[in-house]
């Protein structure tokens, strides 16, 4: 079991930079796949990046280039960082672990989710 909880939101002018932390617990922290994904309202939550266990990533296209996910399995954290931010890039963002398998970007191949941290960018 993993129970994540992400910190680092806020409020930033566009083309600023944020840094999201995800800590979670569990011993089988360091075997998941972990992954970040965002809702903004009115919106279906969306895949953002994720993380293989051995530090494998991929990223929506949209944020290639801008964001950077990162693990630390020692202390089992999950980061992301945000550069460039854009208005577009305004919700709430969530960790999540993945069941097992390959590195999926689907909602319903993720079984354990933070509450959530709210990231808002002002144009």
């Known amino acids: 079991q993993v129970q994540p909880v992400e910190s680092g939101g806020g409020l930033v002018q566009a083309g600023g930079s944020l840094r999201l932390s995800c800590a979670a617990s569990?011993?089988?922290?360091?075997?998941?796949?972990m992954g970040w994904f965002r809702q903004a309202p009115g919106n279906q939550r969306e895949f953002v990046a994720g993380i293989t266990r051995t530090g494998g990533t991929f990223y929506k296209v949209s944020v290639k280039g801008r964001f950077i996910i990162s693990r630390d399995n020692a202390k089992n954290t999950v980061n992301l960082q945000m550069n460039g931010l854009k208005p577009e890039d305004t919700a709430v963002y969530y960790c999540?672990?993945?069941?097992?398998?390959?590195?999926?970007?689907?909602?319903?191949?993720?079984?354990?989710w933070g509450p959530g941290t709210q990231v808002t960018v002002s144009s």
């Open positions: 569990g011993r089988t922290f360091s075997s998941r796949t």
């Open positions: 999540a672990a993945q069941k097992i398998g390959a590195l999926s970007t689907m909602m319903s191949d993720y079984d354990y």
